[in-house]
């Protein structure tokens, strides 16, 4: 092997004959003894490219003198240490070596590999390190930042001797003859062995040294294009300050289809030449292209950071370029920061464009001081200001005069007061006509808006006689809506009225701001005049259909508030808080089918549509989720879908609240029940019970469904309802509906339910006096006698001994029966103990059913007598409170009509029917 001889490190290798090895010698007193590599020893071996048959290749001898350094708090000795290219990575070794075999095999993408390996490192942050210091630098922030630096660094230096030391990227210079060989074996053609030596210097000696991966990617280039592809990434990224390489790796991407990739070649080669414009210009077309739109802006912004004031030219171009995207996306105030990088870095490239760009944004962003600061340093327009220095002399002279004690506080707040005083305000402006009219505008709107509404007044007059609206109409209407915004109406009706009269700017938008500008002055019936031009030109403007409408309201004209609030479910996109506007006009005005028809509208976008009767059967369930999807599963059965083909739609943004739809739900089922529309109610109720935006009031709605069925003669689904509310409650209440939908039933379902909940009751409950009552009403009177005596037994009441004296009439009223006269005699018993039970409270209903008991079976001696009684006896104040309801002379009157009838006796009969019920 030739001697090697490297200057940069002064090292000298010498070849020596002793034991057949290469001795290297430098001036650290460090001594390395690599073993020769013999050509016929190396040809003879047996290598696989990932099995080097490894020697013991580096011994690194006992080093005698080592220099004794000392470390500085900033730890700069450690810097002559290391080499320029070290850098203090916190992956380890191993971890790197890991990655790069991941990203070899095909397991990681280039952008995943490198971002990996970079860790914290931000390319896009690399780029843009220095890409504001010319614009604003804080003072404050640059200390802070700095003593934050003196801190991180010191805690690095405390960590040393912790942390790994940091890793080589150029490769030892015992190494590097070792990589001269396997270039030496690639160029006799030799490729095995070249790629085996380079794979063991990458495996056991410096993973991290880019020569390696050069030296295979030219070993792929020919057989493996792809292998050679990400050697040469892999190299590149070990040595990224070679822009050139990035190029054509990225070129070599893009050629492959793999646009991501050749993306991050794109941001490594700006990473390693920043200010070269035309990278920037591919990486934002590829970004573009890829749809990475936010990228494609951030490339650009960092761009005109890295430009100094030289290339003014493209600064202008590129910062215009990010001012047009952020203006389209109404991000103004990423604009106007890429149009400061114009006025700060390249003030000479500055043209009447860039101010109107400026001024437009500032407007926009209400910093108006620097507006009107532009159009006066860029323009010809001239402003004076008043001066105060006579008001601080005064005050300063006042604060002089004061006690001597004092002096120095007062001093400084003599100085204090002098600068909050230094504000300067306008006397007088003067825009010569040579200004565009665009300028022209921006003074007049900045003038009015930092509140010098007598200038902008005097100035006005020229603005709006020389300037033609038909083709300056846009900045008529923004002088109009700046006045609109300080209540100057009358000032912006002399705007808007050329406006509104011209052929070109006769728009809705104008008429609009022409009928707000009447509203402000009061005059509604011009304002009415104006919004219903509004209404012709854009119908489908809803802002001004609701003003509108409450204009006619306001004027007492419902009808014609109601029409213009009018949406076409089939065509229109429908407002929900419009069509609660016209609910209320159609409920002031009782157009009540309408209103109701327009409520279940309004609920439809938060409910199922109830499509046919039998799909109540769904709903019976105690969540919404259970509901719907027991109504999607019967849809499902019969071929239909779960949502309406032909369903409404309605905006997202409505400002209608959770509460206000129900109490406007609640008020629909009150006038459907006093409208005594039962089936709309029970529709109603139902649908309520399949959203979700009312299940916080579940148990409310399920209520108001259950007296639905009830009013409707619904017992099949009310029974449903019912059952479920007796499971949850069961108080006198919920057995009372129980039953009444019992009494109502078509069928007797009720009876296993009654049976199934008989055993978990105690002795005495209302479930087994309804037991009884259901036996009693389906003719086996001994089952509900032995009931009724059962719990008579328990606990005595007037009502259960009504119902045994009851039961044992109907027991004796039946032909077959044996011991009629028995069954008698203890039913009136049993009548005597309710009347003694019901107290004096009850007289009249007492009388009332002992005559029914005497009529019943025959007595009509004893009945009529008794029907007088209930004729002749005070009801008492709770029955004269309820006569209608609880008053029972007049079925005493007509029973007894009835018995003189059948006695013939038709005089006292026609008597009693005149006297307690004749109107």
Same mark, same amino acid.
Request: charged share 25%; proline share 2%.
């Given at each position: ?88 990575? !916190? ?29 914290? #490192? ?45 890793? $080589? ?113 591919? $990486? ?248 219903? #031009? ?11 259909? #609701? ?39 159609? =409920? ?104 979700? $935006? ?13 007296? !639905? ?21 069961? $108080? ?36 087994? #006096? ?76 007492? =009388? ?72």
């Amino acid at each position: 092997m030739d001697v090697v001889k490297e200057t940069a490190m002064d090292v000298e290798l010498e070849k020596s004959t002793v034991n057949d090895n290469l001795v290297i010698n430098d001036n650290s007193n460090v001594t390395v003894i690599i073993e020769e590599l013999d050509e016929n020893a190396i040809n003879s071996m047996d290598m696989d490219i990932n099995e080097f048959v490894e020697a013991k290749a580096l011994q690194v001898q006992e080093v005698k003198d080592v220099p004794n350094y000392t470390s500085s708090p900033s730890c700069s000795s450690n810097k002559d240490i290391m080499d320029a290219e070290d850098q203090d990575m !916190s992956l380890t070794a191993d971890e790197e070596e890991q990655l790069t075999k991941q990203f070899l095999n095909g397991e990681l993408t280039f952008s995943e590999y490198s971002s990996r390996m970079d860790q914290d #490192i931000d390319v896009e942050t690399i780029e843009n390190d220095n890409s504001r210091k010319n614009i604003e630098v804080d003072p404050v922030i640059v200390q802070k930042t700095a003593e934050q630096k003196s801190i991180d660094q010191q805690r690095t230096c405390k960590t040393s001797n912790v942390r790994q030391r940091k890793k $080589r990227r150029i490769l030892p210079p015992v190494l590097q003859g070792l990589m001269g060989e396997a270039n030496l074996r690639y160029a006799k053609g030799e490729v095995e062995l070249a790629a085996k030596i380079c794979a063991e210097i990458i495996r056991q000696q410096v993973p991290t040294a880019p020569q390696p991966y050069q030296t295979l990617a030219m070993i792929y280039e020919n057989d493996h294009p792809e292998k050679s592809l990400q050697c040469s990434l892999v190299a590149a990224h070990l040595s990224p300050k070679d822009a050139d390489q990035w190029i054509r790796l990225a070129n070599i991407s893009l050629e492959s289809n793999d646009i991501k990739q050749a993306i991050t070649c794109f941001s490594k080669a700006i990473q390693a030449s920043p200010k070269d414009i035309s990278l920037y210009e591919i $990486r934002a077309q590829l970004q573009e292209q890829n749809g990475d739109k936010k990228a494609y802006l951030r490339g650009y912004t960092r761009l005109i950071h890295q430009l100094e004031a030289d290339d003014g030219e493209h600064i202008l171009k590129y910062a215009k370029i990010l001012a047009k995207h952020y203006m389209q996306e109404n991000n103004n105030t990423q604009a106007l920061e890429a149009m400061e990088t114009i006025f700060v870095k390249c003030p000479d490239f500055i043209t009447l464009e860039e101010v109107n760009i400026m001024t437009e944004l500032l407007i926009a962003l209400k910093q108006f001081n620097r507006c009107l600061d532009i159009l006066v340093k860029y323009t010809d327009i001239q402003v004076r200001y008043k001066n105060k220095k006579a008001e601080q002399e005064e005050i300063t002279n006042s604060i002089m005069s004061e006690e001597e004690e004092k002096l120095n506080n007062l001093k400084r707040k003599a100085t204090t007061s002098i600068k909050d005083q230094n504000i300067d305000e306008i006397e007088s402006c003067d825009v010569p006509d040579n200004v565009v009219v665009d300028l022209k505008a921006k003074f007049l709107i900045t003038l009015i808006e930092l509140g010098y509404i007598q200038i902008a007044d005097e100035l006005l007059p020229k603005f709006y006689t020389h300037e033609n609206p038909e083709i300056s109409g846009d900045l008529f209407l923004d002088l109009a809506e700046a006045l609109m915004d300080k209540k100057e109406f009358q000032r912006a009706l002399v705007l808007l009225d050329p406006l509104v009269e011209s052929s070109n700017f006769s728009l809705a938008a104008v008429w609009l701001r022409h009928a707000e500008c009447w509203v402000g002055c009061n005059d509604m019936d011009k304002a009415i005049k104006s919004y219903e #031009i509004v209404r012709k030109l854009s119908p489908q403007h809803l802002g001004a259909r #609701i003003a509108l409408a409450k204009l006619y309201k306001e004027a007492e004209h419902y009808d014609k508030a109601i029409e213009v609030l009018y949406q076409d479910p089939e065509s229109d996109t429908l407002d929900s808080d419009v069509i609660y506007q016209r609910m209320i006009l159609l =409920y002031k005005v009782g157009k009540y089918e309408q209103y109701l028809s327009s409520g279940m509208l309004l609920l439809s976008r938060h409910c199922v549509n109830i499509r046919r009767r039998s799909e109540l059967s769904s709903l019976a369930r105690s969540t919404v989720r259970q509901r719907l999807e027991s109504l999607k599963h019967a849809r499902l059965e019969a071929g239909d879908t779960l949502e309406d083909e032909y369903a409404p739609i309605f905006a997202a943004n409505t400002k209608l609240s959770e509460k206000t739809e129900f109490q406007l739900f609640l008020q629909m089922c009150k006038l459907a029940y006093k409208l005594k529309n039962y089936g709309f109610l029970q529709r109603i109720c139902f649908t309520a019970l399949t959203t979700h $935006r009312f299940k916080k009031r579940n148990s409310h709605i399920v209520f108001l469904c259950l007296i !639905s069925c009830i009013h409707n003669e619904d017992s099949f689904h009310g029974y449903n309802i019912v059952r479920e509310i007796v499971r949850v409650c069961q $108080r006198s209440n919920s057995w009372n509906l129980l039953n009444i939908i019992i009494q109502r039933a078509q069928d007797s379902r009720h009876s296993r339910f009654i049976m199934r909940l008989l055993g978990r009751e105690d002795v005495f409950s209302y479930l087994h #006096i309804i037991h009884a009552n259901n036996c009693l009403v389906a003719g086996t009177y001994k089952y509900a006698l032995n009931g009724y005596i059962s719990l008579f037994k328990v606990a005595p009441n007037a009502l259960l001994a009504l119902l045994i004296g009851v039961t044992q009439l109907q027991m004796a009223c039946q032909k077959m029966s044996v011991k009629k006269n028995q069954l008698i005699i203890q039913a009136l018993a049993f009548f005597k103990k309710y009347m003694q039970l019901r107290g004096k409270d009850g007289k009249q209903e007492t =009388y009332y059913n002992m005559a029914r008991a005497f009529h019943q079976i025959g007595l009509f001696p004893s009945a009529i007598h008794f029907y007088k009684l209930v004729l002749e006896e005070d009801p008492g104040d709770l029955v004269k409170q309820h006569a209608n309801l609880l008053d029972l002379k007049k079925e005493a009157a007509f029973n007894l009509h009835l018995i003189y009838l059948q006695s013939e006796n038709h005089l006292l009969a026609r008597m009693y029917l005149e006297n307690y019920i004749t109107i």
